[in-house]
């Protein structure tokens, strides 16, 4: 359990490190994969069969509703904010002050958006196009590890502000 | 003290009576007392802090560890989750699996051909097309014989009937060329984007246009395209009965070295063009920008392919509506291929 005195730097936790770390590859995938769409330039990735990544990156829903954006930019919008929560609860822990109350449970409201769109994503994947994509499969789990460490994260501060049993 | 009588010694002593003459109770042996530790001089206490009350151990309290509830427990929210979210793919995996088909609308999957797209194709630089000419492709059109019926369309004007399918290789590769030819003498509408399917034992993944969903307007030339089949082999359109008999009459030898293969066009009943000018190995790994990059390069083998098989077409089109439009019609290297053209 964190100490939780002001004034006095303390570790922040795994929990925070990872979604840092989850942040910082998902924006990287998000980048790769938006790079290439604008540059006209198909991904390395398995073309052929079940497993065809460019044929679901080029299919409709690959792109934002209405829009010619590929969903790729609001993933790196996505992938950004969810680092940045990351990163708060680092530099709160570095300088010994106590993370904002709202922090936590922001970053597991958050990453519930992120897994709700990802469910979209694989139902249109498995039921609408029968495709999968790797690099999309990759981002999904990496949406999903998220919550489930914003989650874990949440719980250890609800422990922590109810005291020992 | 006064001695007793002699006599009240001898009662006493023997049990005498009481002074009112009843008998005494005897008199009890003296019962030794037991010698008693004489008390030590107990020196007064010093002065102590009051001792809080110290409960004997068998009534101090015990720490009892109650158990968690199990919802409360670390790994129970995490657990919950994750077991919804397999549940939640499972049911995908198993709606995918019973519907054979993606969707009737290949539309619904397909994207808008991008306007950079667009414009390449619809933009080819005449003195490029000059310059290409035949780009070594063959005469693809063959002439109809026996003088049938001229073939048109809803508006009166040549018509030029395409059968193809969304998920052939070879109608991928030929329907870069069929846009550029048509657009000379037209515009299109609508047009999406697909890709031939991505068997791997084919030539998969052929990024092309697709012509289901789009529309065609020429004042020179009516376009009736079919797409039989999406992607997956699914069914997307159907020819008419009249457009059956088109297939089942040209669609075969002399005219076709494969009887019912596709991609399959009739222009005006005077050329029938089976399978495709264009080679679509020569596409292999390249998207729909790549390509239309490639039109503007004369040198370039893929743009050889698309252009100089879109000039024969433009050449046949040319022989069937006339020669009009003249600016297209009378452009270099059309004429000399329309020359070129073998004659029913």
């Not at chain 1, 910082?24 to 390395?44: D, F, M, N, Q, R």
């Not at chain 2, 063959?138 to 109809?144: K, S």
Request: glycine share 10%; charged share 10%.
């Amino acid at each position: 359990m964190e100490s939780w005195s002001a004034g006095q730097p303390r570790g922040a936790g795994l929990g925070a490190w990872f979604l840092l770390a989850v942040g910082v590859i998902g924006l990287g995938i998000s980048v790769y994969l938006t790079t290439l769409h604008y540059a006209g330039v198909a991904p390395y990735c398995t073309n052929g069969g079940f497993v065809n990544c460019e044929g679901v990156l080029k299919s409709q829903y690959s792109f934002v509703p209405g829009t010619s954006i590929p969903v790729t930019v609001p993933g790196m919008v996505w992938f950004i904010v969810s680092g940045a929560l990351a990163a708060i609860a680092i530099r709160c822990a570095r300088r010994g002050l106590s993370e904002p109350a709202w922090l936590r449970p922001v970053h597991v409201l958050w990453a519930a958006l992120g897994l709700i769109a990802v469910l979209y994503f694989i139902w249109a994947e498995l039921v609408q196009l029968h495709e999968l994509c790797e690099w999309c499969t990759s981002v999904h789990v990496l949406v999903f590890l998220c919550l489930l460490a914003a989650l874990a994260r949440l719980q250890s501060g609800v422990r922590a502000a109810e005291g020992p049993r | 003290m006064a001695r007793l009588s002699k006599r009240r010694r001898e009662e006493t002593t023997s049990g005498g009576t009481t002074p009112a003459g009843r008998p005494g109770p005897a008199p009890k042996p003296a019962t030794p007392r037991a010698s008693t530790t004489p008390r030590a001089s107990t020196t007064p206490r010093a002065s102590t802090p009051p001792r809080a009350s110290t409960t004997p151990s068998r009534y101090r309290a015990q720490r009892v560890t109650l158990a968690r509830p199990w919802w409360q427990s670390p790994w129970a929210w995490g657990g919950g989750l994750t077991v919804v979210v397999v549940a939640v793919v499972v049911v995908f995996i198993v709606l995918g699996s019973s519907s054979p088909s993606k969707s009737t609308s290949s539309s619904s999957s397909n994207q808008l051909a991008p306007a950079s797209v667009l414009a390449a194709v619809t933009g080819v630089s005449p003195s490029v097309s000059s310059t290409i000419a035949a780009g070594g492709v063959a005469d693809p059109l063959e002439p109809v014989t026996g003088s049938p019926a001229a073939l048109t369309g809803p508006n009166g004007s040549p018509e030029l009937f395409y059968l193809g399918a969304e998920y052939c290789p070879y109608c991928a590769a030929e329907r870069w060329s069929v846009v550029i030819a048509l657009s000379r003498f037209g515009t299109f509408s609508n047009l999406h984007i697909t890709m031939s399917d991505s068997n791997p034992d084919d030539i998969p993944n052929t990024h092309t246009f697709t012509f289901y969903g789009s529309s065609y307007s020429s004042q020179y030339l009516d376009f009736a395209p079919i797409e039989s089949e999406d992607r997956s082999g699914n069914p997307l359109q159907t020819p008419t009965a009249a457009e059956e008999n088109l297939v089942t009459t040209y669609d075969t030898s002399p005219y076709s070295s494969q009887t019912g293969g596709i991609p399959f066009q009739d222009l005006a009943n005077s050329y029938i063009l089976s399978g495709s000018g264009v080679n679509p190995e020569l596409l292999q790994g390249m998207t729909w920008q790549q390509i239309a990059n490639t039109l503007t390069d004369t040198s370039n083998q893929v743009a050889q392919a698309i252009i100089g098989n879109a000039n024969w077409l433009t050449a046949g089109i040319c022989k069937v509506t006339g020669g009009q439009p003249g600016s297209v019609c009378t452009a270099a290297p059309i004429p000399t291929l329309e020359g070129q053209l073998g004659s029913s």
